[in-house]
């Protein structure tokens, strides 16, 4: 299985609400991204799990929270969204430990913000 | 600061010709490139990997080079094929180890005219 699931595809939400993306693999990956990209730029990096723990944070707001729950699932809760955050939400794996391993990236959950 | 850009926003060309992308770097002196294909509404693919001591890469009808003197990367795809059609990234990573952050180029959408 080389493949990375996300769910839901699409998601609307008001600002007051809280939703959470799930992001799944299966392919032994111990390193776990989330992007989030705009239209016609490129993916830019929020967070990244390193052998399920938090090693990076690109300074992302506190309304975004990732979750780690073991070494196949990878949430982002969110809460008190602003309009301007509606994107598509990139997850991403590849195998830890060497810099140049190819990152396997689903299919994003497209995100608009009310 | 680290900067790579890609100096194509849009390239058309015609079936069966070549299409060439560029992708620039500054401020900067990549270990590695890599080139990830992205359609519309879906996550980036990877397609090719050239590391630093390498000067040329080929996989199919697909080849990339690495030049480090000029700073530039740049990405054939010979006997093109409306199929083709996509956002072309190029990435090269920031930080060693685990991690591995990427840094995606601007992009570059190829459009293959029958």
């Known amino acids: 299985d080389t493949e990375v699931t996300q769910t839901p595809k699409h998601l609307v939400m008001g600002m007051t609400n809280k939703k959470s993306l799930k992001c799944e693999q299966h392919m032994g990956h111990r390193a776990m991204y989330w992007y989030k990209q705009k239209a016609k730029k490129p993916p830019e990096l929020m967070f990244v799990y390193s052998y399920e723990k938090l090693s990076i944070n690109e300074s992302v707001p506190s309304r975004f929270s990732p979750e780690c729950p073991n070494s196949s699932l990878l949430n982002l809760h969110l809460h008190a969204l602003q309009p301007e955050d509606s994107a598509l939400y990139l997850c991403?794996?590849?195998?830890?430990?060497?810099?140049?391993?190819?990152?396997?990236f689903g299919p994003g959950t497209r995100l608009t913000v009310l | 600061s680290q900067k790579i850009e890609q100096n194509s926003e849009a390239l058309n060309i015609q079936e069966g010709k070549t299409a060439t992308l560029t992708c620039n770097y500054t401020?900067?002196?990549?270990?590695?490139l890599q080139w990830y294909r992205q359609d519309p509404g879906r996550g980036p693919v990877f397609l090719l990997l050239?590391?630093?001591?390498?000067k040329e890469k080929r996989k199919e009808r697909l080849k990339v080079t690495f030049d480090t003197t000029l700073k530039q990367s740049l990405f054939h795809i010979t006997a093109s094929q409306p199929a083709d059609s996509a956002t072309y990234l190029c990435?090269?990573?920031?930080?060693?180890?685990?991690?591995?952050?990427?840094?995606f180029g601007t992009g570059t959408l190829l459009a293959v005219q029958p």
């Open positions: 050239i590391r630093e001591n390498e």
């Open positions: 990435a090269t990573g920031r930080d060693g180890g685990a991690t591995n952050k990427l840094i």
């Open positions: 991403a794996s590849r195998v830890a430990g060497r810099d140049y391993n190819e990152q396997f």
């Open positions: 401020n900067y002196s990549p270990a590695y």
